[in-house]
């Protein structure tokens, strides 16, 4: 699904932010180890020169946080970066302060922020002023999308950046999960990643396209500063075989100079 000219990514050689291959293996070995020593979903996934959206999520805030950042993870939950715990341990020593924000009490099992907020991602108030923010797969769950930027708007100074990492609205996935009961949710999810049900919550995608995001930020004077669809092929991760379909079915698109189905989207929004 190649989707409009406004969703497809612009060059990525035109910034800075776009993390090289050096940055990708780098998480790679954080997360796996080495490359003879990890498992075969991480080798199977190298042979076909293929980094997961998580990865291309973790290197970029690794690019992005400093020792003088002051960083506010939005909707955090237990951790930073669930799949890559030294990176998580890493970037919270690294930077001068993280706030984690959320209103679930799966919040205090976090052992990376340096202070837990326990407050509605969509009415947080503070005085505080945050040169970075995140959110991890937290876009798809907001109800108010107007009413989160505004709030971000308030934290973040001219030059500070809101990092949105979120599933592509116009994906499988996310269709399916738009027409089936939340009920199902879980129940599918455990099968295909073996999640629990305290990670499970409800989804509207209000905020999930290019386009929503771009309106969205403008009206609060962000500009996007860097935008990226990711290819997707962890639907069948757990499953050899068709993981392996998956990743030929990826190859396949990338021949045909096609966008791979199954999409995440990852912006950087710089406020003015």
């Given at each position: 699904m190649k989707g409009t000219t406004l969703e497809r990514e612009e060059p990525a050689a035109a910034s800075t932010l776009t993390p090289s291959r050096v940055d990708l293996e780098r998480?790679?070995?954080l997360k796996h180890g080495r490359r003879e020593e990890s498992g075969w979903g991480p080798r199977l996934r190298l042979r076909y020169d293929y980094f997961t959206p998580d990865e291309w999520y973790e290197a970029l805030v690794d690019r992005l946080v400093r020792e003088d950042t002051t960083w506010l993870d939005v909707g955090c939950g237990r951790s930073l970066f669930p799949s890559n715990r030294e990176l998580s341990r890493e970037l919270a020593g690294r930077c001068r302060r993280l706030v984690g924000l959320d209103p679930d009490d799966t919040l205090d099992e976090n052992p990376y922020v340096h202070e837990r907020v326990k407050a509605d991602v969509c009415?947080?108030?503070?005085?505080r002023k945050f040169d970075l923010v995140t959110l991890r797969m937290v876009a798809e769950h907001i109800a108010e999308p107007d009413q989160l930027v505004q709030q971000l708007s308030q934290v973040v100074p001219a030059g500070g950046r809101v990092?949105?990492?979120?599933?592509?609205?116009?994906?499988?996935v996310p269709i399916i999960t738009a027409l089936t009961p939340f009920s199902w949710h879980h129940r599918i999810k455990k099968i295909l990643w073996r999640t629990e049900a305290r990670d499970t919550f409800p989804t509207v995608f209000r905020m999930n396209t290019r386009r929503a995001l771009r309106s969205l930020f403008a009206r609060q004077n962000f500009e996007e500063e860097w935008f990226r669809l990711l290819d997707d092929c962890r639907s069948f991760q757990r499953f050899r075989l068709l993981n392996h379909l998956e990743l030929l079915g990826l190859k396949a698109c990338r021949t045909l100079g096609l966008g791979y189905p199954e999409r995440c989207i990852l912006g950087v929004f710089r406020r003015r």
């Amino acid at each position: 699904m190649k989707g409009t000219t406004l969703e497809r990514e612009e060059p990525a050689a035109a910034s800075t932010l776009t993390p090289s291959r050096v940055d990708l293996e780098r998480i790679f070995a954080l997360k796996h180890g080495r490359r003879e020593e990890s498992g075969w979903g991480p080798r199977l996934r190298l042979r076909y020169d293929y980094f997961t959206p998580d990865e291309w999520y973790e290197a970029l805030v690794d690019r992005l946080v400093r020792e003088d950042t002051t960083w506010l993870d939005v909707g955090c939950g237990r951790s930073l970066f669930p799949s890559n715990r030294e990176l998580s341990r890493e970037l919270a020593g690294r930077c001068r302060r993280l706030v984690g924000l959320d209103p679930d009490d799966t919040l205090d099992e976090n052992p990376y922020v340096h202070e837990r907020v326990k407050a509605d991602v969509c009415r947080l108030q503070t005085e505080r002023k945050f040169d970075l923010v995140t959110l991890r797969m937290v876009a798809e769950h907001i109800a108010e999308p107007d009413q989160l930027v505004q709030q971000l708007s308030q934290v973040v100074p001219a030059g500070g950046r809101v990092v949105i990492y979120t599933v592509y609205r116009w994906s499988p996935v996310p269709i399916i999960t738009a027409l089936t009961p939340f009920s199902w949710h879980h129940r599918i999810k455990k099968i295909l990643w073996r999640t629990e049900a305290r990670d499970t919550f409800p989804t509207v995608f209000r905020m999930n396209t290019r386009r929503a995001l771009r309106s969205l930020f403008a009206r609060q004077n962000f500009e996007e500063e860097w935008f990226r669809l990711l290819d997707d092929c962890r639907s069948f991760q757990r499953f050899r075989l068709l993981n392996h379909l998956e990743l030929l079915g990826l190859k396949a698109c990338r021949t045909l100079g096609l966008g791979y189905p199954e999409r995440c989207i990852l912006g950087v929004f710089r406020r003015r």
